[in-house]
């Protein structure tokens, strides 16, 4: 296929000329993954073969071209930079979008009369292909687009992509996929994800021009410990004004809160800033989205909301506050500013603590090298399968034999073995074996050879329940008053420890409760309370095991320590007096006392959910040994123990076999173990989040699962969604891999015996999130403060 004449004029007449990888695609037959930067003009390079396509028009009552994105707002963005081409150049067609946001009766249409170009995300590609009408709706399909593919193969919602990907080859075996990525460490990774049963053609952009980014100069050094950023406030202020728009991103949800208030409290010029994160109301989003394509705010505060960023060309500075814990996340964030080919992007970071800075400076050198990090994908989550067998059942009855030999063309189960399958067809059909005796979870049945649904009604439900993203429940948030404005959500846990009268930070706006209302809390502006802050629930974003290494290989390396800031070099250089520095293949650790109670330090690199295991798996040796341990806290690059007595072999606490043992111990009756359960039960469809009519809370969803994990331990400890918990719980929360890894790459372990804090353990005792441990060391503690005060008692008697 070549570019048609009117379209070289179309480019012709926007002062463009067409990019040679978009050339190249529509010259590709099969199936094809292009890797081009942000601004590179990718997306319209996936959509070119189909404009072309159908210039004629298409196929009445099928979709010709399916886009799906991560996200629903790039979903709408497309639809808004599509209709410009497909209405200046005639074409004949209708572009929609289905994601959640679209209404029922337009959805219910779609269903019998298809746009010739669909924008959806995975969720709503599983709702589609559940319906009776999904083998006409997509019997023409002839392209698929899956934009920001590295995005969406780093989660479940990549997996259950490509199992409906399968299907969707399955009714239109003539269809080519084509990915889009602007960010990928391992093509051929991404190749074996997309792939079908054919080949993938690989096309390599020109990468553009290095980007211009560095640390942003601050005239106060970044302090000990913290998150915040703060301390750089001036300075972000001061690059604000000096840039026509910036977006400021922050790791964490409650972060972004405080540092937009902070950046208001010193604006006295009053810039227009936003704020933007998945927590605030639709609305708001929206309009600050508006605001921005509009040129009317000169910066917005935004966490990953915005990562995969919707096309602002006047975005001209990114500033990253707080370390990006990963290389990917922030070469994507550096591509939002400048969003043109041949334009080189402008960031700027602003490490939160001393920390920070070490691996600030890591990750700038991994940027411009190019070398990106990445986690290596294991095999398809069995959960997902689950749910897709129970959605494959709602469209039509089904040969089993036939569903796994399709189930095996997509990517994540291409090695899936029959046993698996088997397992999983039977706990979609009876709920496992500890469960077949309850009908609510008899729910298909074999008749004929094909496996029907047992009853028609429950489609509904399931349907209901499509999705792998579960999160904590949340509580909407709304101004008091009849039609009260909605300013977002807070998850339900932190609104239960709210009462009427105290205040909260939400939007940017400091409001006071006033009641709660089938979960709405009703608040009333106060502008100036001092606030509680709503912490949200898995958002720390742990440091990569890539960038962990070369943090710890600049810290070991003290010859590269003048790229480093002068504060920094001189308290690297006083813990190399003091104790010494870590290094790759050193394991180091310190004892040392600190206010009556002895310390242990180690320098394990591991991220903050590996440090955090390992802190409570050792706090649980040092309890067996007599150690009376009191309490941790871990950052991503060390854990600090403090304890009664000292630690002084570590090596027995770290043996890998000891510590696996006692993994398997500690959590059997864990709560993250649970919480796992909870989330797995829920994508495979054992527990109903959202009912006909109602929702259950996030509390009564919990007591269903752990009386239901309770039970499975009890009679079917080899249950299916156990087995499936079990490794979830390993790679997730607890991600014992990691410190495995540790353990691993540091054959060396060196202790040191200090009699004073270490200059690198310092800052550790100024972070916040201590964990105590309730154990024979806290009931010692007693003791002795009881000693102490009768003693004292005794001599004032005497006295």
Request: charge should be neutral.
């Amino acid at each position: 296929m070549t570019l048609p004449p009117e379209f070289r004029d179309w480019f012709a007449s926007k002062g463009w000329q067409p990019h040679p990888h978009q050339l190249a695609l529509l010259e590709t037959p099969g199936d094809s993954l292009l890797i081009a930067p942000t601004g590179g003009g990718k997306t319209l390079a996936g959509f070119l073969p189909s404009l072309v396509e159908l210039r004629a028009g298409g196929r009445k009552g099928s979709v010709h071209t399916l886009y799906v994105s991560p996200l629903k707002a790039l979903t709408a963005d497309i639809g808004r930079n599509l209709a410009r081409p497909v209405a200046e150049l005639g074409l004949p067609i209708r572009v929609e979008d289905r994601t959640g946001d679209t209404g029922a009766t337009q959805r219910r249409r779609q269903r019998v009369d298809p746009p010739e170009i669909l924008l959806t995300t995975p969720e709503s590609l599983a709702l589609m292909l559940s319906y009776p009408e999904a083998p006409a709706i997509f019997a023409g399909l002839r392209r698929v687009v899956l934009d920001e593919l590295h995005a969406l193969a780093e989660s479940k919602r990549g997996d259950q992509l490509m199992l409906g990907l399968a299907r969707l080859r399955s009714l239109s075996p003539a269809m080519r996929v084509t990915g889009l990525s602007a960010t990928v460490e391992d093509p051929q990774a991404l190749v074996d994800f997309m792939a079908g049963a054919g080949p993938v053609t690989v096309h390599l952009a020109d990468p553009g021009p290095d980007p211009d980014i560095a640390m942003l100069a601050t005239e106060q050094p970044a302090p000990w410990a913290g998150g915040g950023g703060h301390y750089a406030v001036p300075e972000v202020l001061e690059a604000v004004r000096q840039a026509r728009t910036t977006i400021i991103f922050i790791n964490t949800r409650a972060q972004a809160e405080l540092f937009f208030q902070a950046l208001w409290a010193a604006n006295v010029d009053n810039l227009p800033i936003g704020l933007h994160h998945g927590s605030l109301a639709r609305e708001q989003r929206a309009r600050v989205e508006a605001a921005m394509a509009a040129g009317e705010l000169r910066a917005v505060v935004a966490t990953g909301s915005l990562d995969l960023g919707i096309d602002w060309g006047a975005v001209d500075l990114v500033i990253q506050v707080g370390a990006p814990k990963n290389v990917k996340r922030l070469v994507q964030r550096i591509g939002r500013a400048n969003h043109r080919y041949n334009a080189p992007s402008m960031a700027r970071i602003v490490p939160a603590n001393r920390f920070e800075q070490i691996e600030c400076v890591a990750a700038l050198e991994a940027v411009r090298l190019r070398d990106l990090d990445g986690t290596p994908r294991g095999p398809g989550p069995l959960d997902v399968l689950c749910q897709h067998i129970l959605l494959t059942a709602c469209a039509a009855p089904f040969d089993a034999d036939a569903l796994w030999a399709e189930i095996r063309t997509a990517g994540p189960y291409r090695a899936l073995c029959r046993a698996d399958f088997d397992a999983c067809l039977d706990f979609a059909a009876t709920g496992g074996y500890a469960l077949r005796a309850y009908d609510r979870w008899q729910r298909l049945m074999l008749r004929g050879g094909l496996w029907h649904l047992r009853d028609p009604r429950a489609a509904k439900l399931l349907r209901m329940n499509v999705g792998t993203i579960v999160e904590a429940e949340m509580v909407k948030v709304r101004l008091r008053g009849r039609g009260g404005t909605p300013l977002g959500e807070v998850e339900e846990d932190f609104a239960a420890s709210l009462v009427p009268g105290d205040s909260f930070l939400i939007g940017g706006k400091v409001v006071r409760m006033d009641a709660m209302r089938e979960m709405v809390i009703e608040v009333t502006p106060v502008p100036t309370r001092q606030p509680k802050i709503a912490v949200y629930s898995g958002v720390k974003l742990a440091m990569s095991t890539q960038l962990a290494h070369r943090v710890l290989a600049l810290i070991g390396d003290p010859s590269r320590h003048d790229v480093l800031p002068p504060d920094t070099r001189d308290w690297l250089r006083l813990q190399a007096q003091v104790s010494r520095l870590p290094e790759p293949g050193v394991l180091l650790s310190e004892s040392f006392p600190h206010a009556g109670l002895w310390h242990f330090a180690l320098y394990g690199f591991a991220g903050r959910n590996a440090l955090q295991t390992l802190g409570l798996l050792l706090t649980r040796e040092m309890e067996g040994e007599g150690l009376g341990p009191l309490g941790f806290l871990m950052t991503d690059y060390a854990l600090l123990i403090w304890s009664l007595d000292p630690v002084t072999a570590p090596e027995r606490l770290l043996d890998s076999d000891r510590l696996r043992a006692g993994l398997g111990d500690w959590l059997g009756e864990n709560a993250v173990m649970k919480r796992t359960f909870r989330n797995v039960a829920t994508v495979a469809g054992l527990i109903h989040r959202n009912m006909p009519g109602n929702r259950k809370s996030g509390r009564q969803a919990t007591f269903s699962s752990d009386i239901l994990y309770d039970t499975l331990r009890k009679y079917d400890p080899g249950h299916l969604m156990l087995r499936i918990t079990a490794g979830e719980a390993g790679r997730g929360l607890v991600d014992f891999g990691r410190i495995e890894e540790m353990l691993a790459r540091a054959p060396r372990r060196e202790h040191r015996m200090l009699d004073r804090v270490s200059p690198m353990a310092a800052p550790l005792l100024l972070e916040i999130g201590k964990v105590p441990i309730r154990g024979e060391g806290r009931d010692r503690l007693a003791q002795i403060e009881a000693a102490a005060l009768m003693q004292a008692a005794g001599l004032e008697a005497l006295g």
